[in-house]
């Protein structure tokens, strides 16, 4: 069967700890600038780690059409409404130019946690000499609630959001797989297209990992204590990493039929060669992946793309900055791939579950309009334990090679994508 190359990417938007919009977040990655730091979001001295990537400069009225939305919206909608608006407005779709039954959204999302500041009054109001009385829940606490506060912890609402108000009325759909939504979120846009069920798909992923409840829940097992330098705490497979770091963000993209493309004159920026996820039996709680499944997805992604391993220009890998997870991940990609650049994106922002792909998928897509690789930050000193070529010290000088993109998850999910230059 011949491989189907007929999607292509014409935009893409980020909100990133290190910049908003495409030329700010490039600027911190060329310039090497961090974007972790303490947490303002919340008073975080009580968790044992309190630093994260967190995005400090972004005002919801200045990124969130209609305002009175903002009602409605987590932190993490607010951000991919945010990216995909970028995104639409890079690819120049201005409103009304696309026939909006041909037009969908498809994004990527984590479990969103509740505001602590929604909440707090309703607990508060439960609570009797010193303690949670449950029976004045149901009355009490209600009474208090905001009516539509659900709406705010729906993943399936960035989607919508989106939809309702870019006035696209075709497929629309949610994924939440942790931090392969992403890249999975793009391979079924990317089907859509190729069914010949859209003409154009807005494809993002979005996700905080910066949130009192989902840091409690998770633990600090895997996570950097680096506090005393947390801007050098993400060290993707470098000697002296200890863990990663928590962040949040969203990126966003513009995936088109390449005659739909054709037709509107639009500046094509990648295509998309592949996109595929495999999986591996998960063997117990704080047990890493054995990499079978990730050079399954490599070799299907390369294979499914109609290229060899020689031709992939660069890997933009999961590099998620723990000591066995980026062990493993190092000798997958030197096995498969040999001596490929490799660049670590996580390195400058953290990790952002689903968002985190997309936004590092990003940084090579917005290099590669500039003929460059993204570098890794904090990479002062190899690891003989991780055999991977990686880019740091400053971006480097991309050939014609294609993009990989790998993306994990501890539940035993691997993701790859492809990118293709365009022709």
Known sequence: MPVMRDVVITGTGVVSPIGIGNDAFWDGLAAGRSGVGPISLFDASGLPVGFGGEIREFDPKRHVRPRKSLKVMSREIQFGF???????????????????????VLFGADLIYDDIHDLEAVFRSCRHDGR??????????????YPLWLLKQLPNMIASHVAIFHDARGPNNTLVIGDVSAVMALAEAASVIRRGLADVMLVGGTGSRLHPGAMVLRGDALLSHRSADAAAASRPFERDRDGMVNGEGAAAFVFESADHASRRGAKVLARLGAAVGRCEKRRGIGVPLTGTAMA??????????????????????????????????????????????????????????????????????????????PPTLNYDSADPACPVRVVYGGPMTAGDGAILKLSAARTGQVAAAVLLPPE
Not at 84 to 104: E, H, N, S, Y
């Open 82 to 104: 945010a990216a995909a608006d970028q995104a639409l407005t890079a690819a120049g779709i201005a409103p009304g130019t696309v026939d909006p039954d041909r037009f969908g």
């Open 132 to 145: 949670f009385d449950f029976d004045r829940w149901a009355e009490a606490a209600m009474a208090e609630m």
């Open 296 to 373: 399954a997805a490599i070799d299907a992604a390369v294979g499914a793309a109609g290229i060899a391993p020689a031709d992939v220009g660069h890997v933009n890998a999961h590099g998620l900055s723990t000591i066995a997870e980026d062990r493993v991940e190092a000798e997958v990609i030197r096995a498969r791939l040999g001596d490929v650049a490799v660049t670590a994106p996580k390195s400058f922002f953290g990790n952002a579950g689903a968002g985190g792909a997309a936004m590092e998928l990003a940084a090579s897509l917005i290099g590669l309009g500039r003929g460059l690789i």
